[in-house]
DNA sequence: CCTTATGCGTACCGTACGGTACGGTTCGGA
DNA sequence: TCCGAACCGTACCGTACGGTACGCATAAGG
């Protein structure tokens, strides 16, 4: 602790220093831990071993401590991108059951659980700020990445469709189906998990099913 | 107003009287409104025209008027039974694009959301005894109604399948994809409203191109 | 050594909520 | 006519939270 690094200087990803990132973490890990209820300023404090007035100094108020959090961890977030390769029948298949492998990993992980529960819970309060932020950040990141995919696979000849954004939600619901809301409705995620990869490969394969070339 | 019908007798549909009925109605009418923030007991109580005492005595505590906004609602929505009749493939494809359109309807109703939004906010409090709830009352009911779609169109030969569950999952994402997500966390429900008879009708043809005997 | 800035820790304030208690009132039944 | 049960309206209590203010410590810079 007291590794400080305050000033402006030393910024990190976002325009934030060290400092206010590890305080992120903390205030992210009391989210996932207890809920938006355990989300207090006077608790973020105390877990991050600073003072409520630092808080409201760096991120405005409660709202911009939520957004802050919302874009540090979307920050965190790294999408691979796919080289454009020659891709083969069975190449693509794989690339698309890794991405749903991806993509059910991180739906279901606990800050994204969490940080979209939170979302949800101020969607009738100002505009639904957090959930056109969380949906800005990390749909869209997500999103590229397979629009990518996909685009490469019609290149290729081996996939073929009008749409991509539309593609790309029949993609999604094959692979997600429910799952989503039932984890952000608390069932346990646990005996869900055991089933990620079967589940990846039947839907890649549904969707091969229908959008595959002479398949 | 002084309707009364008190005493224990004049029970409703699920073990309580009219005079609760109608408060549960207002109280979804402010959840609906105004969000969770909007749902206190003292605010129940004056739009109900009722004394929190009797708010507490009725419903336990807090939870317990949430539970019972729940059950109070999911007891009004009604499956509507599918008769045995002789289907052929386009009866069974109407069949099929109605249900999703009944889907579609529910999960954007204004209650639905506010209610998901709800049982959501409070997953990771108590063992998320709401979002079972929720989930116990409103996806088993629908899911019966399509379980029981998907039987009558094997039998007839219509469709194949080995796993009712698992074909409803695929059903369901195929439906609904991400749009329920985008829904909780506040996008306008009228911009994509408009889409709901074509998504459901593609959604459809997606699921006969996979399931489908021959065709 | 002095000054200034930054931030921690704590105390404080106003408000709002969940839950309880109580007086007054209405209504059904004996 | 009287009794008791249910109930409304309101007041009340304890608590917890968001946000602000203050005193003190620490460290950089002249």
């Known amino acids: 602790m007291q590794v400080a690094a305050q000033g402006g200087a030393s910024e990190g990803g976002g325009g934030l220093t060290k400092r206010q990132?590890?305080?992120l973490e903390r205030a992210l890990g009391l989210l996932v831990e207890g809920?938006?209820?355990a989300l207090t300023t006077a608790g973020v404090a105390r877990a991050a071993n600073c003072s409520k007035e630092s808080l409201y100094k760096w991120f405005g108020d409660r709202d911009g401590l939520l957004s802050a959090m919302i874009a540090y961890q979307a920050g965190k977030v790294r999408t691979v991108e796919v080289e454009a390769e020659t891709l083969t029948a069975e190449r693509l298949r794989l690339h698309l059951v890794a991405f749903a492998r991806d993509l059910i990993d991180v739906l279901s992980g606990?800050?994204?659980l969490a940080l979209n529960r939170l979302a949800i819970g101020q969607a009738s309060r100002e505009g639904a700020k957090l959930g056109r932020l969380l949906q800005e950040r990390g749909r869209?990141?997500?999103g590229r990445r397979a629009a990518a995919l996909l685009e490469?696979?019609?290149k290729a000849g081996l996939i073929a469709f009008d749409s991509a954004?539309?593609?790309?939600?029949?993609l999604y619901g094959l692979i997600v189906s429910d799952m989503h809301l039932r984890m952000l409705l608390g069932e346990d995620t646990g005996a869900l998990r055991q089933e990620?990869?079967?589940r990846a490969e039947k839907a890649v394969d549904a969707f091969l099913r229908l959008y595959g070339v002479k398949g």
């Open 110 to 112: 606990d800050v994204s």
């Open 140 to 142: 869209r990141q997500i």
């Open 196 to 198: 990620f990869t079967p």
């Open 152 to 154: 490469a696979g019609r």
């Open 21 to 23: 990132g590890t305080v």
């Open 35 to 37: 809920g938006e209820r």
């Open 165 to 170: 954004e539309e593609t790309y939600g029949t």
